[in-house]
């Protein structure tokens, strides 16, 4: 019998499904994977910066944040046509979804949404899936982002509702649900999940994935990043994120989110064969792969690798569901 797409889930259900024996749970998380997606296929992802850095916003592990002092070299917005040839150059590598991100608090209705709106139809024309994560923003500004032809919106929680705060003072969890509610009410697909390394328990992961997995409908896509640890940045002595607790959390997303995608985001580059390779049976179905070995600010496997590493799984790129325009 496939497994039911549920919104109800509660934390205690949550809870039990999180602390199985780790190869029970990863056993059920790849059955679950199984009947709702093919096993053979990962999506390759590619995230370009389009701005970067002097971010008004503290998140405390960002390297992008005025308020601390990564060294990150801020870039103004850049111009469309060279985006645009990144995201050519991304799809001849195998990339089928590109993503836009900016350092931005929020979006303003100014001449720089315009340009964005602009690399949204450059990019989408090109037949990729287009994302965009460009901070807060009103169901106005999301409908004119899906009038340009945007596949999907990036806005994650990042951890649970208690934990925010020891993360981020500039604005609330409630902030971040809203913006993802304004993206709802338009037909582009939802991107919204979390990082592990930020100090939070694992009640708090729980409770990030027992909100998640409330959303009606789920998000179509769940990033699980790992903390990047960045120096100068109030989380840069956090302990690694070990292993079983990655997957741990992939296949308890898989589990009670069983149709959307899993990407195994940031923190990838430190992972070896069998680690990526357990997150892909937990049911982690997409990657971030990148050209310079950069995602962002922060390190990310490249093409060649990924290429070579999805060869010797057998398994293969997942084409776009956008596939012309
Ligand atoms: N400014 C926008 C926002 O915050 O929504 C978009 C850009 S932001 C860099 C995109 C996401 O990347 C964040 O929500 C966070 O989850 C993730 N991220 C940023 N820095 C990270 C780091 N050092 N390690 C892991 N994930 C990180
Ligand atoms: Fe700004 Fe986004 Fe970085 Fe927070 S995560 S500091 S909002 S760029």
């Known amino acids: 019998m496939e497994a039911a797409v549920r919104a109800d889930w509660t934390v205690p259900e949550v809870h039990d499904i999180y602390h199985q024996p780790l190869l029970e749970l990863v056993h059920q998380a790849s059955v679950v994977h199984r009947e709702f997606h093919d096993p053979g296929q990962v999506q390759v ?4 910066s389009i701005k970067t850095g002097g971010c008004p916003e503290d998140c405390g592990y960002c390297s992008q944040s005025a308020h601390h002092n990564s060294g990150v070299q801020p870039r103004p917005l850049m111009g469309v046509e060279e985006v645009v040839a990144t995201a050519r150059r991304a799809k001849a590598q195998g990339v089928t979804r590109f993503c836009l ?6 979006v303003r209705d100014n001449p720089g949404f315009e340009r964005v709106l602009e690399m949204v139809e450059g990019v ?4 990729l899936e287009v994302c965009a994560t460009l901070g807060m923003l009103t169901v106005e500004q999301a409908k004119r982002l899906e009038a340009a032809g945007l596949y999907a919106y990036n806005h994650n929680l990042d951890t649970s509702q208690a934990y925010y705060p020891s993360v981020v003072s500039t604005r609330s969890y409630q902030d971040r649900l809203d913006t993802v509610a304004n993206v709802r009410a338009t037909s582009v697909t939802v991107c919204c999940g979390g990082i592990l390394g930020l100090g939070e328990s694992e009640d708090d992961r729980i409770a990030l994935l027992h909100t998640l997995a409330g959303l009606d409908p ?6 699980i990043n790992m903390l990047s640890k960045v120096e100068g940045t109030p989380l840069a002595d956090q302990p690694d994120v070990d292993i079983s607790d990655t997957v741990r959390m992939i ?3 898989r589990l009670v989110m069983p149709a959307s995608d899993i990407r195994l985001s940031a923190g990838r580059h430190v992972m070896g064969f069998s680690d990526q390779a357990l997150c892909f049976l937990a049911g982690a179905n997409s990657i971030f792969s990148s050209e310079h070995n950069i995602m962002l600010t922060v390190p990310c496997a490249d093409h060649t690798s990924d290429r070579a590493l999805l060869a010797r799984l057998g398994m293969q790129a997942r084409p776009a569901a956008r596939t012309s325009q």
Not at 218 to 223: M, R
């Open 45 to 48: 992802c590619q995230l370009l």
């Open 101 to 106: 991100g900016a350092a931005w608090r929020e």
């Open 251 to 253: 296949a308890t997303a």
């Open 124 to 127: 989408s024309g090109l037949g």
């Open 218 to 223: 789920h998000p179509e896509s769940v990033p």
